[in-house]
């Protein structure tokens, strides 16, 4: 680390730091003790490598630039260097846009100095392996020749002796030596120079650290390895020493360059109609949750051994949801994200609704789905993968815990935040790559590619996206910190609230009527209401989905619903409550029919009793050849008693046409209703995902500790005495209050404090943080930076 640059940090106002630990807030995790902790940290190679992947590829070329040029650079040599690259004049645009990157790079402490001194930050060029596709300078590319090897290079490209490498560099720096050097070898030898120009600037050739001279080369590779325009860096691999690629770039680092993110290309839609279009998508999707999770909760699959969902538990979920594949893959991923599904135990588990599910359900339909898109957007899993094979060739399934992926949620806002960039036009999926990878052009690699593909498919199928456009509600998922400053939230907060406030227009109104026709079929012709739609699901049988939604009610159905407690009269008032149309007389006679005949058989334990006021039906049961099974044994005219569990005798009734209902000891009849399971275990929270920097408060207050410990690192106060007295005692609140005042002024207090053996002492402190129970300040009394447990300090007061 530079003590310049400590010393240019330590120059710079208050604002400037904190716009620095806003864009870099790794830097203040945790607060580091003073200014020369935080260069250190600045230039660290991982909290380098994050800044430069936060820089677009304009940025990211003035940056390689600096890199590349002798420092430090003057910012008119910059802004020439880099006008070269301009495929036209090097217009306002251009200067605006220098102006904003080299800002920006300041700003992040990547580069340092004023305009006529610029340089690179240390680390940087550590970093930054290949700037704009070039290979290392001579010096480096040549570190493993022998002084012999040097010595022999240099006389054969014209050089007076010398046997190091600096000897070397300098000659290859020399633009006209190296225009001799190249002017001497073959075409072929030229081809290879200039396939290797642009980047990569390695390449593979058998035995490549050969010992070749100038005078006795023969093939075009030897040719370039004796006069030093390619460096063996190992037995296979040959590099382009920097110097040569300059030259036959004629002194240009990049080849194009635009200091504009490429214009987005797409089809105009109408915003109103992606909105609705959208909204009827999230419909649809939430309705499909709540089928597959209803679905879950009486017949819930296994959980394989090596975790997730089996192949044919996902087939039976499309069949159900009648929807592709993938899409089936999504919905159950997404449950799963949401904390609406989990697996009942680790060993013979089951996948099945959480008691989460039972609240999300009563939502209403916007708020149930702002909860399953803000899922969706913060989730680090990807359904796109599911079906593929991974590095060992196993296969990835639902639920699979190698689904996950670092970079998906950031990908999805990302993409997301692209769309929001272009109202009204739907890019293609190629238009919105090429501007990703302008605008991260360090994170593009084919796996990125392939998150970008399925953020696009996915949020169209949750109803993100309408035709291609990014719709209301689904920007107002966004985080804040894309048009503003960062935020900290959860997607389940505020973003949530106004997401389905956006999204309640624009869903369609819930019906509280069907169309009830004479073949036993009732239609809705659109969503229902909650306790209509689950009525419906009990007494009847959905025949086909779509637009409009066909039930069929049989005999199997209306006797589910008796079984559960609802009589004829009850079910044909609901009926006519909510039909446009009078009840069909078939129906009418089906729901009177069955509910006659349910009931009449009472079946309750002796193992079994069959109990009938009719006498001749139990002589009908007794005679029937199929009851055998069931070794009745006639009681009393009107009882029949059998050895068979009661659940049994009720099955096996019912499958000889029978329509018996269970008895309890009281001789009550037991309503029963389809058996809801809900796992005991709950879904492990997850930490909010944010890509906002910290909170305003939080890098003020993390800028005054580093400043306050800086200046005790640099003027090594010596320790002040403490006030006399009685150490100061306040209640707990009046404590905070006063610490948070003095946090917000910047000023001293005193305070009692409680050591480790319990003895009360007396601080001066200069407060500067506080957060977790502890506080954050520079003690007077010890000269230093410390944490103080909020809990030890015994009361605080002013100095007087």
Not at 223 to 246: H, I, M, N, W
Not at 384 to 397: A, F, Y
Not at 504 to 520: K, S
Request: charged fraction near 25%.
């Amino acid at each position: 680390m530079s003590t310049e640059f400590t010393e240019w940090l330590r120059s710079q106002s208050d604002d400037r730091l904190r716009a620095l630990v806003s864009v870099r807030p790794e830097l203040i995790t945790p607060v580091p003790a003073h200014l020369e902790g935080l260069a250190g940290r600045a230039c660290s190679p991982s909290a380098v490598g994050r800044a430069l992947d936060r820089l677009d590829r304009f940025a990211l070329a003035v940056m390689e630039t600096l890199v590349v040029l002798p420092s430090p650079v003057p910012y008119r040599s910059l802004r020439a260097q880099l006008a070269r690259a301009l495929p036209g004049t090097a217009g306002p645009a251009f200067q605006s846009a220098l102006k904003e990157a080299v800002e920006r790079l300041r700003t992040m402490a990547l580069v340092y100095g004023p305009d006529r001194a610029l340089a690179p930050a240390p680390g940087v060029r550590e970093v930054l392996d290949g700037p704009a596709g070039l290979g290392p300078p001579a010096e480096e590319a040549f570190r493993h020749h022998s002084a012999e090897r040097l010595a022999e290079l240099v006389q054969d490209i014209g050089g007076e002796g010398g046997d190091t490498r600096e000897a070397l560099a300098a000659l290859l720096g020399d633009p006209e030596i190296v225009g001799r050097l190249v002017e001497e070898v073959s075409p072929q030898a030229r081809s290879a120079l200039n396939e290797l120009a642009w980047g990569p600037a390695s390449g593979r050739v058998p035995n490549a650290r050969r010992e070749v001279r100038a005078a006795t080369a023969q093939s075009p590779i030897e040719q370039l390895l004796s006069r030093a325009l390619l460096a063996a860096t190992g037995e296979e691999t040959v590099v382009l020493p920097r110097e040569v690629a300059l030259f036959l770039r004629d002194g240009r680092i990049h080849r194009d360059l635009s200091p504009l993110p490429p214009t987005t290309g797409g089809t105009e839609r109408d915003q109103r109609l992606a909105d609705r279009t959208a909204a009827g998508q999230a419909f649809t999707f939430t309705r499909a949750v709540e089928e597959l999770c209803e679905r879950w909760s009486v017949d819930p699959p296994g959980v394989l051994r090596s975790g997730g969902l089996a192949v044919r538990d996902l087939k039976r979920v499309a069949t159900l949801l009648d929807l592709p594949e993938w899409v089936a893959g999504l919905i159950v991923e997404v449950c799963h994200a949401a904390g609406l599904v989990a697996a009942s135990g680790a060993v013979d588990g089951e996948w099945m609704p959480t008691p989460g599910y039972d609240g999300w359900r009563v939502k209403a339909t916007e708020d149930r789905w702002a909860v399953l898109a803000g899922a969706w957007l913060t989730m680090d899993r990807v359904p796109g993968v599911i079906g593929e094979r991974d590095e060992r060739d196993r296969l990835l399934n639902a639920l699979h815990p190698d689904l996950r992926r670092t970079a998906a949620a950031e990908v999805r806002t990302t993409t997301l935040a692209m769309l929001a960039s272009t109202p009204g036009v739907a890019p293609t999926l190629e238009a919105v790559r090429t501007r990703l990878a302008w605008e991260q052009p360090r994170r593009r690699g084919g796996q990125r590619d392939q998150l970008v593909e399925f953020t696009l498919r996915e949020a169209e199928q949750i109803g993100v996206t309408g035709l291609g456009l990014l719709s209301g509600h689904g920007r107002a998922l966004l985080p804040e910190a894309l048009d503003g400053p960062g935020v900290s939230g959860d997607p389940g907060g505020g973003r949530a609230a106004s997401a389905a406030r956006l999204l309640l227009p624009l869903l369609p109104e819930p019906l509280d009527h069907v169309l009830l026709q004479a073949d036993l079929t009732a239609v809705a012709p659109g969503p229902l209401t909650g306790d209509l739609r689950r009525w419906l699901a009990l007494a009847a049988e959905v025949e086909s989905t779509g637009g409009a939604t066909v039930y069929r009610f049989d005999e199997r159905s209306i006797r589910r619903a008796l079984d559960s407690g609802q009589g004829a009269e009850e079910m044909l008032a609901m009926l006519e409550r909510h039909s446009t149309t009078p009840v069909p007389q078939p129906l009418s006679y089906l729901v009177t029919d069955v509910a006659r005949r349910h009931g009449r058989m009472r079946v309750g334990t002796a193992s079994a009793y069959v109990r009938c006021d009719d006498s001749s039906l139990l002589d009908e049961v007794m005679a029937d050849k199929r009851a055998i099974p069931l070794r009745l044994r006639r009681l009393a005219p009107t009882v029949i008693a059998s050895k068979s569990s009661r659940p049994t005798l009720v099955d096996s009734l019912r499958a000889m046409g029978y329509a018996p209902a269970a008895e309890s000891l009281d001789g009550d009849v037991i309503i029963t209703q389809l058996d809801v399971r809900r796992t005991e275990s709950t879904l492990a929270a997850r930490p909010p995902i944010t890509f906002g920097g910290p909170e305003a408060d939080v890098v003020a207050a993390a800028v005054r500790a580093v400043r306050a410990g800086d200046a005790a690192h640099q003027a090594r106060r010596a320790p002040v005495a403490a006030p006399g007295g009685q150490v100061p005692r306040s209640p707990a609140t009046s404590t905070i209050v006063a610490l948070r005042e003095a946090i917000r002024q910047g000023s001293q207090v005193w305070i009692g404090y409680l050591d480790s053996q319990g003895n009360a002492t007396s601080r001066i402190l200069e407060p500067a943080r506080l957060e977790g129970g502890y506080l954050t300040a520079y003690d007077e009394t010890r000269a230093a930076v410390h944490r103080f447990a909020l809990h030890r300090i015994t009361g605080i007061a002013d100095i007087a």
